[in-house]
């Protein structure tokens, strides 16, 4: 059985030197894909012409398409608020995915909406496109812990199977157009996430065994759990939990840079909760063109899928790739580093998703656009 696809691997800190890094993603699955190490500019890359292009390659992505569905009809996102959650935090989430559609009114460009167009370039085999329509649905929270502070993977579909069948107030069941999106707070631990490994050579084979980080995943219910199929993702917030690497550049990993980097400032001041915007980001685009994971992606094997959200992993703006997160725009007022904005006057930073139609990563906030 195929593991749920999972966003936001990184380099355990004892890799010494960025030729090892590279032999490991050329000897490992296509399907992990890795935060880059930062830009000492902290801004991204500056006075880039068209001829400098890094955000992806398309001489190496052979992304396909696989006959599966994707999500055409208007999707409706329940969420699921596992654990501790202040008022001030739902309010940014909920902003976000409210400004998918811009339902509440148009958002100033660049948009959260013009990053969704990027995702709805995907069709199925009717030559359907991605719905341009999220909604965001009821909501269910778990503030007593209901299954405790560690969870696996598979304790997700029983939270939903809670949630759903509910005594008071259950969520809705929408096989159709429905998805749930389950959040934990930061006092939860997930089976694999923040759970690095120590990088080490193997002797025998000389090659480098290392330990992935995980900050979110995406996969579909099981009909012997919750009773029926339906689309679900997972992100915790990482505030308390490898920071530096799930809440990227808002953070910086305590082994990158000497002297030490300084972090970018959050947009809406939380560094946990601006991460986690990203990440849920990254998994309702590949909920939305691959969401049983049978749809789009690039590798061979359905197990470990690169998703178009993989591929652009850790870019977000142009210039983006290796070594740079990209050219990012900066809040006059705040000094926050962002590059959409929401609405309500909300600014978000979203890594950018793989372009099917110029086979590179692209996003709203392009300087050639």
Same mark, same amino acid.
């Given at each position: 059985?195929?593991?749920?696809?999972?966003?936001?691997?990184?380099?355990?800190?004892q890799v010494l030197s960025l030729s090892l890094v590279l032999l490991s993603l050329i000897s490992l699955p296509s399907a992990l894909s890795w935060r880059p190490w930062p830009t000492p500019q902290g801004r991204g890359a500056t006075n880039l012409t068209d001829s400098k292009k890094y955000e992806g390659s398309s001489e190496f992505v052979r992304l396909r398409y696989h006959m599966g569905p994707v999500l055409t009809a208007n999707v409706? @996102?329940?969420?699921? +608020?596992?654990?501790?959650?202040?008022?001030?935090?739902? #309010?940014?989430?909920?902003?976000?995915?409210?400004?998918?559609?811009?339902?509440?009114?148009?958002?100033? =460009?660049?948009?959260?909406?013009? +990053?969704?167009?990027?995702?709805?370039?995907?069709?199925?085999?009717?030559?359907?496109?991605?719905?341009?329509?999220?909604?965001?649905?009821?909501?269910?929270?778990?503030?007593?812990?209901?299954?405790?502070?560690?969870?696996?993977? !598979?304790?997700?579909?029983?939270?939903?199977?809670?949630?759903?069948?509910?005594?008071?107030?259950?969520?809705?069941?929408?096989? #159709?157009?429905?998805?749930?999106?389950?959040?934990?707070?930061?006092? @939860?631990?997930?089976?694999?996430?923040?759970?690095?490994?120590?990088?080490?050579?193997?002797?025998?084979?000389?090659?480098?065994?290392?330990?992935?980080?995980?900050?979110?995943?995406?996969?579909?219910?099981?009909?012997?759990?919750?009773?029926?199929? !339906?689309?679900?993702?997972?992100?915790?917030?990482?505030?308390?939990?490898?920071?530096?690497?799930?809440?990227?550049?808002?953070?910086?990993?305590?082994?990158?840079?000497?002297?030490?980097?300084?972090?970018?400032?959050?947009?809406?001041?939380? $560094?946990? $909760?601006?991460? !986690?915007?990203? @990440?849920?980001?990254? =998994?309702?685009?590949? @909920?939305?063109?691959?969401?049983?994971?049978?749809?789009?992606?690039?590798?061979?094997?359905?197990?470990?899928?690169?998703?178009?959200?993989?591929?652009?992993?850790?870019?977000?703006?142009?210039?983006?790739?290796?070594?740079?997160?990209?050219? !990012?725009?900066?809040? =006059? #007022?705040?000094?926050?580093?962002?590059?959409?904005?929401?609405?309500g006057g909300r600014k978000f930073l979203v890594q950018w998703i793989w372009n099917p139609v110029v086979s590179y990563c692209s996003g709203p906030n392009a300087l050639d656009q």
């Open positions: 059985m195929c593991r749920p696809s999972r966003a936001g691997r990184f380099p355990s800190p409706t @996102v329940h969420v699921i +608020w596992y654990g501790r959650w202040a008022p001030r935090q739902k #309010r940014i989430l909920r902003s976000f995915l409210r400004s998918i559609s811009s339902s509440s009114g148009p958002a100033k =460009e660049p948009s959260v909406a013009g +990053w969704w167009r990027t995702v709805r370039l995907y069709t199925d085999q009717t030559g359907s496109n991605v719905t341009r329509t999220v909604h965001l649905g009821r909501e269910k929270t778990d503030r007593r812990y209901s299954l405790g502070r560690r969870l696996s993977r !598979m304790s997700v579909q029983s939270i939903i199977k809670g949630a759903i069948s509910a005594r008071t107030r259950p969520l809705p069941i929408n096989p #159709r157009g429905g998805m749930y999106l389950v959040l934990t707070s930061d006092d @939860v631990t997930m089976e694999d996430f923040c759970g690095q490994l120590v990088c080490r050579h193997v002797k025998a084979n000389s090659c480098l065994s290392c330990g992935l980080v995980v900050c979110g995943f995406h996969y579909f219910t099981f009909p012997s759990i919750v009773g029926y199929t !339906m689309p679900y993702a997972w992100v915790g917030n990482s505030a308390t939990q490898c920071p530096g690497i799930c809440a990227y550049p808002f953070a910086v990993p305590y082994y990158v840079g000497n002297p030490p980097r300084v972090p970018e400032a959050p947009p809406n001041g939380d $560094v946990g $909760v601006d991460g !986690m915007v990203s @990440v849920i980001g990254h =998994e309702l685009a590949e @909920v939305a063109s691959n969401p049983l994971i049978n749809a789009w992606y690039a590798g061979g094997d359905p197990c470990f899928p690169q998703e178009i959200a993989d591929l652009c992993e850790g870019i977000y703006g142009t210039g983006g790739g290796g070594s740079y997160t990209g050219q !990012m725009l900066v809040d =006059e #007022r705040s000094g926050a580093a962002y590059n959409v904005n929401g609405v």
